[in-house]
């Protein structure tokens, strides 16, 4: 969860993308939901950036975006929330 | 709401996820820099003791009969597994690093090498000019026909790395492209290419607007239009967060026309008899894509070379040109007009159409999405002119160019082929989302102003400059 953590030390007061469990955050994702992506492009070239999928809103999120309908990603003992 | 769980355990369990996108080691765009420089570096620390990398980078002789092409084919094999073991474990780092495991790889890479090795050999027939099979087009042809006749299995698709591929191709071109052309020219080639980025957005993006379209939507055609393609599709999907079906439609679009104008451009160019220079500057400026783009421009440099002086220019002059106009000219500006689009969307478009997603954007998204492979491209052009300016322009023809440009060349066309191949293998249309008429009709406006702007700017306007290009 190293977004999160930056995001921390930016000061990001509320809950994220990045450490939401409905955000897509592997970027073959894209790749395999975006038809022709991989045609003329990449899900791993720069132009991506830190664009990822959120699955609930069926959009294009960057980590320190947020909604009301964020649900923390459960990771073992780690559920995140950012404070 | 639609809540798309594309991924599956089977999926996930041919992945190994990798969030961060961040680093020198996180993009396929760093990773083409670290390659291509280190070729370029070991080839002339090889040059530079008294050998080369000539035993590598193998390519097929002129042949006239199957014989022929068979003994070359056979007296080479050596040469020919040691390129695929030096590509393999340079692309087998690089995609391990980005989260793939190597060996889902190799086995699909051997196949594409494979089958650029026949495209190659192809194209070295003595009589391929005569029936245009110019192994650009060979590769795409065939890729599309396998594609979209047939089912993939599903162990290739790792290996398919058309993006990857093209921005190692694009670093080592810069090997091969004086700095002081680019200093040179890339002044004009930015301002042509400003001209036709600015007018093919905005016509996209107010014929989708009065379509009814809406503002992401139209923002994202416009972009990927104007500017990068797939690549400028995504990225301004991304900063002005756009839905997923947006993003898919648009991308569609810019695959089919690239598709179309691949073809397209160069037999026109041809029948009008334009320079190479000019070609590779109108391709430049009106193709959407950089691999399909520098496909259609290294086939007109191919026809050139064939064509025994009927074509005016050097044949090298048109993918230099479109160098010159797409990457230089237009690339580069991808994280500029992310940045001014999500600040657009930010504080006006979520103000009028406030969205469930709350955003932010920093200016950090220019240098984030910006093209990072260009920079190795530069690099190259600056190191291979400074080791050029050692010599004399005797020297450099008769000693430098042979033993140590040459091969790269051939490696560069190398990873061109494996671009081309995979374009045609990855480009399914049937797979394509349907895009409706109003977005169809609002990129087709804008594809029918940037082909004839295109042509005036790079044929009248700067016809003159562009066709001394290379000589």
Redesign the interface.
Same mark, same amino acid.
């Given at each position: 969860m190293?977004?999160v953590a930056k995001l921390e030390d930016a000061g990001a007061s509320h809950t994220v993308?990045a450490a939401c469990r409905h955000c897509?955050?592997?970027?073959?994702?894209?790749e &395999?939901?975006?038809?022709?992506?991989?045609?003329?492009?990449?899900g791993?070239? &720069?132009?991506?950036?830190?664009?990822r999928?959120?699955?609930?809103?069926?959009?294009?999120?960057?980590p320190?975006?947020?909604?009301?309908?964020f649900e923390a990603v459960l990771e073992g003992r780690d559920a995140v929330t950012t404070r | 709401?639609?809540?798309?769980?594309?991924?599956n355990p089977a999926?996930e369990a041919e992945?190994q996820?990798?969030?961060?996108?961040?680093g020198p080691f996180k993009?396929?765009?760093?990773w083409a820099v670290w390659i291509g420089l280190a070729i370029i570096v070991i080839a002339y620390l090889l040059f530079a003791s008294g050998t080369s990398i000539k035993w590598l980078a193998v390519a097929p002789a002129k042949w006239s009969s199957g014989a022929q092409a068979a003994a070359d084919l056979e007296h080479h094999l050596p040469n020919y597994i040691a390129l695929f073991v030096v590509f393999a474990i340079l692309f087998g780092v690089a995609v391990t690093a980005?989260?793939?495991r190597v060996a889902q790889f190799v086995p699909g890479f051997l196949v594409v090498f494979v089958v650029s090795t026949l495209i190659f050999i192809a194209g070295a027939w003595s009589s391929s000019s005569t029936y245009n099979l110019e192994p650009p087009l060979i590769a795409l042809a065939l890729g599309l026909l396998v594609s979209n006749l047939t089912r993939l299995p599903a162990w290739l698709l790792p290996a398919?790395?058309?993006?990857?591929y093209i921005?190692v191709g694009i670093v080592l071109l810069g090997a091969t492209l004086p700095f002081t052309l680019l200093v040179w020219a890339g002044p004009v080639a930015v301002g042509q290419a400003t001209v036709v980025s600015l007018v093919t957005f905005f016509v996209i993006f107010l014929v989708g607007r009065a379509l009814g379209l809406d503002k992401r939507f139209a923002a994202v055609l416009g972009v990927g239009g104007a500017v990068?393609?797939?690549?400028?599709?995504?990225?301004i999907?991304?900063?002005v967060?756009?839905?997923?079906?947006q993003?898919?439609v648009a991308?569609?679009l810019?695959?089919v026309w690239?598709i179309v104008m691949v073809f397209a451009l160069p037999f026109v160019s041809r029948a009008l008899g334009l320079p190479t220079g000019v070609a590779g500057a109108w391709i430049g400026t009106s193709e959407?894509?950089?691999?399909?783009g520098i496909a259609a421009a290294q086939a007109y440099g191919d026809l050139a070379k064939h064509a025994e002086n009927a074509i005016a220019g050097a044949p090298e002059a048109s993918l230099q040109a479109f160098t010159l106009m797409k990457v230089v000219g237009r690339d580069i500006w991808?994280g500029i007009w992310?940045f001014v689009l999500a600040i657009v969307a930010t504080t006006r478009w979520d103000r009028d159409e406030p969205?469930?997603?709350?955003?932010?954007t920093t200016a950090r998204?220019i240098w984030?999405?910006?093209?990072?492979?260009v920079i190795g491209f530069l690099i190259a052009s600056a190191l291979v002119t400074w080791i050029g300016s050692h010599y004399t322009l005797t020297e450099y023809r008769s000693v430098v160019t042979p033993a140590f440009v040459a091969p790269i060349t051939a490696l560069r066309t190398w990873a061109f082929t494996f671009c081309f191949l995979s374009?045609g293998l990855?480009?399914r249309l049937g797979?394509?989302?349907a895009t409706g008429a109003k977005p169809f009709i609002a990129f087709t406006a804008g594809v029918a102003v940037n082909v004839v702007i295109g042509y005036l700017l790079s044929v009248h306007v700067f016809g003159a400059y562009w066709a001394s290009l290379g000589q």
């Open positions: 190293r977004d993308c897509e955050h592997d970027r073959h994702a894209l &395999a939901t975006i038809p022709g992506l991989i045609s003329f492009s990449s791993f070239g &720069a132009s991506v950036g830190e664009t999928l959120c699955r609930r809103h069926d959009q294009l999120v960057s320190g975006d947020s909604c009301i309908e | 709401m639609s809540d798309t769980h594309a991924t999926y992945h996820p990798d969030r961060s996108s961040s993009t396929e765009d760093w980005l989260g793939q398919l790395r058309v993006e990857f921005k990068c393609g797939v690549s400028a599709a995504i990225a999907a991304g900063a967060r756009a839905k997923r079906e993003a898919s991308i569609t810019v695959v690239a959407f894509a950089d691999a399909a991808i992310a969205g469930a997603v709350k955003t932010q998204e984030t999405r910006f093209p990072k492979f374009i990855t480009t797979s394509l989302s």
